[in-house]
């Protein structure tokens, strides 16, 4: 679809005729929310201890595309494979995922939106968590203004 996303491991919301979209994707662009309501009840307590970002999704066993719910720590393929993410959500209202494949985004379903995991603070310790296991080294760091979750 031409005003699909690039990246592959985006999970843009569905709308009610089925056609995938995403806010402000017209110019290929979607800026990450520094910001999400959601995240002091979504957020598991201990996101230093996550599954290895090899690992399959826990309904179909598919290797690739596999979405970290943040909330209960489990591990699910993306709207590309078989959606368990998307129905993981459906089911449990847990909103906040961290992908596995490439660039290792934050979505909330709940927001419909991007968050930036190095801007907000509770998602830091997971983002450096993954990247470490993901890449065997520390992220780059930017330099960016916190913002703090109340």
Not at 13 to 27: A, I, L, R, T
Not at 30 to 58: F, G, K
Not at 111 to 126: H, K
């Amino acid at each position: 679809m031409a005003n699909e996303a690039p990246s592959s491991s985006s999970v843009p919301p569905v709308g009610e005729d089925g056609e995938d979209f995403v806010h402000g994707s017209e110019s290929g662009w979607v800026e990450a929310r520094t910001s999400c309501d959601h995240l002091a009840a979504a957020l598991s307590s201990d996101l230093t201890h996550i599954p290895a970002p090899d690992t399959h999704c826990s309904r179909c066993h598919h290797p690739n595309e596999n979405w970290l719910c943040l909330c209960c720590k489990d591990v699910l393929c993306s709207r590309f494979i078989n959606r368990h993410m998307l129905e993981h959500y459906q089911e449990t209202t847990h909103c906040v995922a961290l992908s596995y494949s490439s660039d290792l985004s934050v979505w909330c379903f709940s927001c419909d939106a991007y968050l930036d995991a190095q801007v907000i603070l509770p998602l830091r310790p997971v983002y450096e968590t993954a990247y470490l296991l993901k890449f065997g080294e520390a992220p780059p760091l930017r330099s960016v203004e916190y913002v703090v979750q109340a």
